[in-house]
């Protein structure tokens, strides 16, 4: 009599490890089937390899290509006002347009995919012309603590983590706070704006950044009073550079 082949050790984890695969594909396609995963721009179902939005919604994103350009839109809206070694933003912010509707999700939705999504592509494309080299920490734009509390976290952040993940460099939340909160940016003008950000922002840890080259990160450039603040208070660091970038430049 012929006894039956016994499998060796490697062919059972073998077979447990396809059996593993089986129940976990089983379970994300039951997933998917009761809580499809919905782009952030049509409201359609994604496929595996989509994230926050299906590719027709993703071409759709308006880049700026502003890393290719020196002298652009938003080194100009900085031009005389504060020391920087140069400036840049993703893509164009309009009303009613996808970007505008991703940064809503992300700062009022708590919908830290959408930061993720953003901040990935934002790294990807400064890193395919070497904007980021010289570049040594990330820096987000803070919210005052009782804010950040209220919304559960600061997106420049999250935005800010997912770029320095991408491109091997630190992010630091702990350089640069907001010291005194401030009213509403929405309706006032640039001076106005001005005004309500000054002394804003304090520098911690000081001796850690001195000498280095920091990138200034926040989602959308308005009049850029925020940041020029931040850049302000960065500039107390002996020999500090910085350099700035945001994920959308509103433009009408």
Request: aromatic share 6%; net charge positive.
């Amino acid at each position: 009599m012929c006894r039956a082949a016994i499998p060796g050790r490697s062919v059972l984890k073998k077979q447990q490890r396809m059996k593993n695969l089986s129940l976990h594909d089983l379970k994300e396609g039951l997933l998917h089937l009761f809580y499809p995963r919905l782009c952030e721009g049509c409201n359609r179902p994604l496929i595996a390899a989509e994230f926050v939005v299906c590719i027709g919604c993703d071409a759709q994103i308006p880049e700026t290509r502003y890393h290719d350009m020196p002298d652009n839109e938003t080194a100009m809206r900085f031009a005389g006002r504060v020391p920087f070694t140069k400036a840049t933003s993703f893509a164009y912010f309009t009303d009613d347009s996808l970007l505008q509707h991703l940064l809503h999700g992300l700062k009022y939705r708590h919908n830290k995919d959408i930061a993720r999504y953003l901040g990935r592509r934002f790294a990807n494309s400064l890193a395919a012309s070497d904007w980021l080299s010289a570049v040594d920490m990330i820096v987000p734009v803070p919210l005052h603590r009782k804010r950040e509390a209220e919304r559960g976290y600061n997106q420049s952040m999250t935005l800010a983590e997912t770029m320095a993940k991408h491109a091997g460099i630190v992010a630091r939340a702990d350089t640069l706070v907001r010291v005194r909160a401030t009213e509403s940016q929405t309706r006032k003008t640039r001076a106005e704006r001005a005004e309500n950000m000054a002394g804003a922002f304090a520098v911690r840890n000081a001796p850690e950044m001195k000498g280095k080259h920091i990138l200034i990160v926040d989602d959308v450039l308005t009049t850029g009073a925020t940041i020029e603040a931040c850049a302000q208070a960065l500039m107390a660091v002996e020999n500090v550079k910085i350099s700035i970038a945001t994920i959308g430049i509103a433009v009408s």
